[in-house]
């Protein structure tokens, strides 16, 4: 395996005094990318440095994904639920083709990317035949943009809703318009899909794009019955959210995810209202905040961040082991009939 990450004896002690006694010995985890180096290879440099997220880190083959899992979870059974990465250059059929190939040798429940533009017989076939558990659409593949001011239907169109519909699978999808979650657009075309599509399990990546509260609180309130949505922690560290989260929306509905590789690097998370700021140990051309050598040493790994609030607040809100359980294995189980 290559070194994703350096994995220091900083990290090796957060994880023992943070995590290690208090994560559920069986872990789902619903949102990683993965692939091979030849899906991406087509992809412009300039094009990793256009979005942090893109830059670092867009290479993971399935066996590298559970080796990394591995070392940074020691003594957990780990499973994965992966997809090929969304951005529009990449080649994905033939990453769908290796997912479908894991899949068969029981490394994988993965998740197939859909372009909008292609073929629903083509679509059908590839879904039944790779024995995937659903499909992650993204606005990337329209617009280059991944919180384009488009609508759900534009990336993820009704045929393609379904054909998940009637072969009641679930979809992760990425919210697009700049207000993410909080968008009244976006809460409309959510209720319109549930209500429409009722045998899809619509897991909405990342609590909506709800980095900081603000958004979950916006939309959340626009949603009077949340059943029928899942949501995931995929790239979430703040301690606000998981504890607005925890407040308004059952156990039942979260689903771990940790957006490997993206959130290898080393660092922490500041917050305004309605953003956020990385803050990094790895010298990453989007890095603008430093700090001294000293403290950016003590920096543990983004995932172990993650991890962390999620126990945090399960533990503050006294939710016990049955919900800490449900939301790093038996929901996604759930959501992806895989039980």
Request: with cysteine; aromatic share 14%; hydrophobic share 40%.
């Amino acid at each position: 395996m290559k070194p994703y990450f350096d994995y220091t004896e900083t990290d090796k002690r957060y994880y023992e005094a943070n995590i290690s006694n208090r994560i559920p010995k069986k872990v789902f985890d619903a949102h990683v990318h993965v692939n091979l180096p030849e899906h991406v290879a087509m992809v412009p440099d300039e094009r990793w440095l256009t979005d942090w997220a893109l830059e670092c880190g867009h290479l993971l083959p399935a066996e590298d994904a559970y080796a990394c899992a591995k070392q940074l979870f020691p003594g957990v059974e780990y499973h994965i639920a992966g997809f090929p990465w969304p951005i529009k250059e990449a080649d994905m059929r033939g990453n769908n083709r290796y997912l479908a190939e894991m899949k068969k040798k029981k490394k994988l429940s993965p998740f197939m990317a859909v372009r909008p533009e292609w073929n629903i017989d083509e679509i059908e076939k590839t879904l039944i035949e790779g024995d995937f558990v659903g499909f992650k659409p993204y606005p990337d593949m329209v617009t280059g943009v991944k919180g384009a001011d488009i609508s759900i239907f534009d990336y993820f169109p009704k045929p393609q809703w379904q054909l998940l519909n009637k072969h009641k699978k679930a979809v992760m999808l990425h919210l697009p318009r700049k207000e993410r979650l909080a968008d009244k657009m976006n809460i409309k075309e959510l209720l319109d899909a549930r209500q429409t599509f009722a045998e899809v399990a619509i897991i909405i990546a990342h609590f909506g794009r709800s980095f900081v509260p603000y958004y979950l609180a916006a939309g959340l309130a626009q949603i009077s019955d949340i059943s029928g949505f899942y949501f995931d922690t995929s790239a979430v560290i703040n301690p606000a959210v998981y504890e607005l989260a925890f407040d308004k929306i059952p156990s039942e509905n979260i689903i771990y995810g940790s957006d490997m590789p993206i959130t290898f690097w080393h660092g922490k998370r500041e917050w305004t209202e309605r953003d956020y700021v990385n803050i990094c140990r790895e010298n990453f051309t989007w890095k603008k905040i430093y700090r001294s050598k000293e403290e950016e040493a003590r920096y543990t790994v983004f995932l172990y961040e993650e991890v962390r609030s999620i126990l945090d607040m399960i533990d503050k809100k006294n939710l016990g082991d049955e919900a800490k359980n449900k939301i790093f294995y038996e929901n996604a189980m759930k959501a992806l009939k895989l039980q």
